[in-house]
């Protein structure tokens, strides 16, 4: 899942970049609001993490433009503001959730997670296709009653797959969701990390359907 992060304050920015990538997000980062809509408008995000008060636009305006040219992707708010009607007019300008500063991370993160997990395939924190699952929460992959070890990049990949089941995504897609804007992208990176996860979760079950297809000239699919 990949989160763009806009806010001016280059410390707690980071602090929440570094926290999510923790979490296995892949995450991009702008410190002002004209560089945080020339990312959110160009690139493809599962979320955005937006501070109200930015220089050049702020993140009431960036919101609205959002929604006016069609783009619905979710948007936390993040504001030092406490009042309701600031609160009310963030909500009403289009934003999805709303944070005040201070916040504790667990909190952000619990906000991110429900809102990562908002419609496109399930709520369910579990994803789930044949025998095979994944836990958001608990980053636990098994198929059926055999646990399978990820790395980070792995799991982002899978996570992926798994929500967009049934549908073919392209390499494009792919990249833009699961690697950050300023990553290292080789011309194979895509090929090598679903090999890898092949060798992991299809090549080891012998006499089970393989569970990630090629589509050839087209990208891949699970489900």
């Not at 619905?72 to 030092?80: G, K, R, S």
């Amino acid at each position: 899942m990949r989160i763009l992060i806009v806010e001016d304050e280059h410390r707690i920015a980071n602090s929440i970049k570094k926290g999510l990538e923790q979490e296995h997000f892949a995450v991009d980062v702008a410190y002002s609001g004209s560089d945080g809509w020339d990312l959110a408008e160009g690139e493809e995000y599962d979320l955005i993490i937006l501070d109200l008060m930015l220089p050049g636009m702020d993140g009431l305006e960036i919101c609205r433009k959002l929604r006016r040219a069609g783009i619905n992707t979710p948007v936390l708010m993040l504001t030092a503001k406490g009042q309701v009607q600031d609160r009310v007019t963030g909500l009403d300008t289009g934003a999805d959730d709303y944070v005040t500063k201070p916040f504790a991370f667990e909190e952000l993160l619990a906000r991110v997670r429900a809102l990562t997990r908002r419609p496109k395939v399930t709520l369910d924190p579990v994803l789930t296709t044949d025998d095979l699952s994944l836990d958001t929460k608990s980053y636990e992959v098994k198929r059926g009653i055999h646990l399978i070890k990820l790395t980070a990049k792995e799991f982002s990949l899978l996570e992926y797959l798994l929500r967009n089941s049934g549908n073919i995504l392209t390499k494009e897609q792919i990249i833009s969701h699961v690697w950050n804007y300023d990553a290292d992208i080789l011309p194979n990176t895509v090929e090598v990390n679903i090999r890898n996860l092949r060798n992991k979760i299809d090549r080891p079950f012998k006499g089970k359907k393989a569970l990630i297809a090629t589509v050839r000239g087209f990208g891949y699919k699970v489900g």
